[in-house]
């Protein structure tokens, strides 16, 4: 964990407050390359904070940070009264309590909350530290142009835990609707936003176990976002009902 070479004092702040979170070292830049920085501390990538946000970079150049990527023109959409295929899908409505169990980017969640609004609730659960800290950044800093967009990331709450440690722990009909997508695991896109993420990412796929502890938590419906031919909607259960064009999403209800 590291700043840019000339931090600002807010820049230096934040930078300790996500070593903490994640449990490693803040080191001053002193001026070095992050290559140099790598090889005297002998690991593998780094965390930077700097003017242009927060980002974790490693050996090979692959690169991490938040963008909103498609939520922005989700909400966008949204707010003018149009459709979204997840909204459908659970079902969502304001006042709901959602939980994103795989939170990656956040773009669901930031759809999420922006439908449920200040009367909703939505809680993103990431089991990797460095994604959780860095979403989280980037939730609260992104400089998104939109009060609709800003309103719906800052919404959101962060939990650096495992999903399947959480649900355990959770309470009989806490949520309304619980939302899965392990995605990544096959992803297809040439995005090197979401490359990285594959690089960072929990690969393990959902369980059964763990759909029957949503099944319980949810008040209202659990929700699976997966290929279509992925067999995972057999496996698990689910009934598909709705698809695009790379995936689709599938129902249980408790």
């Not at 003017?51 to 970079?57: F, K, M, N, P, R």
């Not at 939505?122 to 980037?138: C, F, K, M």
């Not at 502890?213 to 689910?238: H, N, P, Q, T, Y």
């Amino acid at each position: 964990m590291t700043t840019s070479r000339r931090p600002q004092e807010e820049e230096r702040l934040w930078a300790e407050r996500i070593a903490r979170r994640m449990g490693v070292h803040c080191l001053p830049r002193e001026n070095r390359s992050l290559i140099r920085m790598m090889k005297e501390t002998a690991t593998d990538a780094v965390v930077v904070v700097g003017s242009d946000g927060a980002h974790w970079e490693d050996r090979e150049g692959n690169t991490f940070r938040f963008h909103p990527n498609l939520a922005a023109l989700r909400v966008k959409e949204l707010a003018a009264g149009g459709a979204d295929a997840l909204v459908i899908a659970a079902s969502l409505q304001p006042g709901d309590r959602v939980l994103d169990c795989t939170l990656g980017l956040g773009a669901d969640a930031i759809v999420a909350a922006h439908v449920t609004g200040e009367a909703g609730e939505v809680v993103g659960l990431e089991s990797q530290p460095v994604i959780a800290a860095l979403v989280d950044y980037g939730l609260r800093h992104y400089p998104a142009a939109s009060p609709w967009l800003v309103q719906a990331m800052q919404g959101i709450r962060v939990v650096c835990v495992d999903y399947r440690e959480y649900l355990r722990r959770a309470g009989d009909d806490s949520f309304d609707v619980i939302l899965f997508d392990p995605m990544f695991r096959q992803t297809v896109t040439r995005s090197s936003a979401l490359q990285a993420l594959k690089i960072l990412a929990n690969p393990e796929p959902l369980d059964p176990e763990s759909v029957r502890e949503a099944l319980r938590v949810a008040r209202k419906r659990v929700v699976l976002k997966e290929r279509l031919m992925s067999g995972e909607f057999e496996r698990l259960g689910f009934r598909v009902v709705k698809e695009a064009s790379n995936y689709a999403f599938g129902i249980r209800e408790p």
